[in-house]
């Protein structure tokens, strides 16, 4: 215990790099260890931080220090991911097998991370061995400095709502289903923090507002979440505070996060919270409980219903989410004094993902390259110029249309470029993409194929800025994004099985200079593993 302690103490000391010493330092250790959980009834191997499932959430303000120490006291390695925060200069700490080695059983790693001038709703997630179906996720919110207006009151109360479709059987029975290459089944039921239907609740008082920060957690399925007699006022998506819409009914795609306020304007009853399936032919249905304070009764009736396949209300909903530009963000400054539109872009991506069977088993593949990774985190490959371990340029950024192959695919970027990715949707179901170190300009989706024409109908004005967005079937999303953030950054589906069989790659941004100004060191603490193992970091 006493060398843990002093081991705590010389990273504080000694590790914080990239840090401003002037910015708050919280410090957070957790425990993740195997436990029983019982979400839907039914024992299972899940996995728990501090005893927790999900785990603890993280609260925060823009540009905090986040020092978490992470002992893996499972049978075998470890990682975890940070979806939605930037890591500015600092993709070292992503904890994705392509920047960072995995904790070993029995071991320690301590992330050192600054939300930089970042604010919204994220979460985090194990990011190995399909660790994702077993639990170690939780909720990361950055609240804004208390300087820094935020355009709504202070709501009530503040609730994390983890919601995402789950499995009875543990994730080592669905990982080997996809090591044997073959499909998953389709999931079992819905989670609500944990709990199956009416196993969450969350308490409210007549006449008062409170925000709900909802993540899709989730493996594969899209949902969609509502309030029964109750509306949500959109606030903020995943950093950018939103054009103030009401719904009756959001849809949350996987991987995706939304903050709404819902005002208690009902008789003091139990109300239902409804979270459904969207797209599929069987629909899940899992519910909480909006619970008043001196209620009269419990919930009655049936749930509220919601939309079940409707492409095109899903689609319109997605293009009504726009920017308040006139809200602040994590500065003073207005969000929409960053006028992305007026920017010329100098390089057009298009990603198109695909489904096939390499040598017998199902593979999916972006441009149809499906992602291999190597025993070597790629980040620590570029950094000691360890050859053999990828080839910058291996996944083109032009569809292909040749077969699915294996690769390690990393596709190169110049550091300050300001580009158009286009996500090109020729299969029959909703992606959903996600890029890290980054949030990006949603400008515009649409059915079809992407042309230059597609162009003309651009939203370059209130764009939201998010870093997770859906494309529908045979359809199209297009992107915009500045490359201001050097490093080696994931980009993938949120569709676990597809990420876990090959539909990600790695984008390299890179800046020739190799300044401190650009990106930070590699830290001191950082683990080496495959063929960095042995390789020294710095000097401590």
């Known amino acids: 215990m006493r060398s843990n302690i002093l081991a705590s103490l010389l990273v504080v000391a000694v590790l914080c790099l990239g840090t401003n010493a002037e910015d708050p330092y919280r410090f957070i250790t957790w425990n993740v260890t195997y436990g029983d959980i019982?979400?839907?009834g039914v024992r299972q191997q899940g996995i728990l931080i501090n005893g927790q499932f999900p785990g603890p959430d993280i609260h925060s303000v823009t540009n905090d220090n986040l020092i978490i120490n992470?002992?893996?006291?499972?049978?075998?390695?470890?990682?975890?991911?940070?979806?939605?925060?930037?890591?500015?200069?600092?993709s070292w700490q992503d904890g994705v097998y392509g920047t960072t080695c995995p904790i070993p059983p029995g071991k320690n790693f301590t992330y050192t991370l600054q939300v930089k001038d970042q604010i919204g709703s994220f979460f985090y997630f194990p990011s190995l061995a399909f660790h994702k179906a077993a639990g170690g996720f939780g909720g990361l919110r950055i609240l804004s400095r208390p300087r820094i207006p935020v355009p709504f009151d202070e709501p009530a109360g503040d609730y994390t709502v983890l919601i995402g479709d789950w499995y009875?059987?543990?994730?080592t029975d669905l990982k080997a289903i996809l090591d044997r290459g073959k499909k998953l089944p389709f999931p079992d039921g819905i989670l609500i923090n944990g709990r199956g239907s009416n196993g969450a609740s969350f308490a409210v008082e007549q006449g008062k507002t409170y925000r709900f920060r909802i993540s899709n957690v989730g493996l594969m399925n899209s949902l969609n979440i509502r309030f029964q007699s109750h509306t949500m006022k959109l606030v903020e998506v995943e950093g950018t505070h939103t054009v103030q819409t009401t719904y009756s009914s959001l849809d949350v795609h996987v991987g995706q996060s939304y903050s709404v306020l819902v005002t208690a304007d009902q008789p003091s009853q139990d109300f239902y919270i409804a979270v459904s399936s969207r797209f599929t032919n069987q629909v899940l249905t899992s519910t909480a409980i909006l619970r008043y304070a001196n209620s009269a009764g419990p919930v009655s009736g049936p749930p509220p219903g919601g939309p079940t396949i409707q492409i095109d209300w899903s689609l319109n909903q997605a293009r009504s989410i726009r920017t308040n530009l006139t809200?602040?963000?994590?500065?003073?400054?207005?969000?929409?004094?960053?006028h992305y539109g007026l920017i010329n872009t100098t390089r057009t991506i298009i990603l198109a993902n695909s489904a096939g069977q390499v040598n017998g088993k199902q593979r999916y593949a972006v441009n149809s390259v499906s992602f291999v990774p190597q025993d070597t985190p790629l980040k620590l490959a570029d950094f000691f110029k360890i050859g053999g371990v990828f080839r910058v340029g291996s996944i083109s950024d032009k569809p292909s249309g040749g077969g699915i192959y294996l690769d390690t695919s990393v596709m190169g970027a110049d550091f300050r470029a300001f580009i158009e990715i286009v996500f090109q949707n020729n299969e029959n179901i909703v992606q959903s993409w996600h890029l890290d170190g980054y949030a990006f300009f949603v400008v515009g989706m649409d059915g079809g194929q992407w042309t230059p024409a597609s162009r003309k109908g651009y939203n370059l004005n209130d764009a939201v800025s998010r870093c997770t967005t859906q494309v529908y079937p045979k359809s199209w999303t297009a992107i915009y994004l500045s490359l201001d953030n050097v490093g080696m950054w994931n980009l993938r589906t949120e569709f676990w099985a597809r990420q876990y069989l090959?539909?990600?790659?790695?984008?390299?941004v890179y800046s020739p200079v190799e300044s401190i100004r650009d990106?930070?060191?590699?830290?001191?603490?950082?683990?080496t593993c495959g063929k960095a193992a042995g390789r020294h970091t710095r000097p401590l």
């Open 38 to 40: 019982y979400p839907l």
């Open 70 to 90: 992470v002992f893996n006291n499972l049978p075998e390695p470890f990682l975890i991911s940070w979806n939605g925060v930037q890591q500015r200069r600092n």
């Open 168 to 171: 009875k059987k543990n994730h």
């Open 327 to 338: 809200a602040s963000g994590p500065r003073p400054n207005p969000q929409g004094s960053y």
């Open 502 to 508: 090959g539909q990600q790659f790695y984008l390299r």
């Open 519 to 527: 990106e930070y060191p590699i830290p001191r603490n950082a683990l």
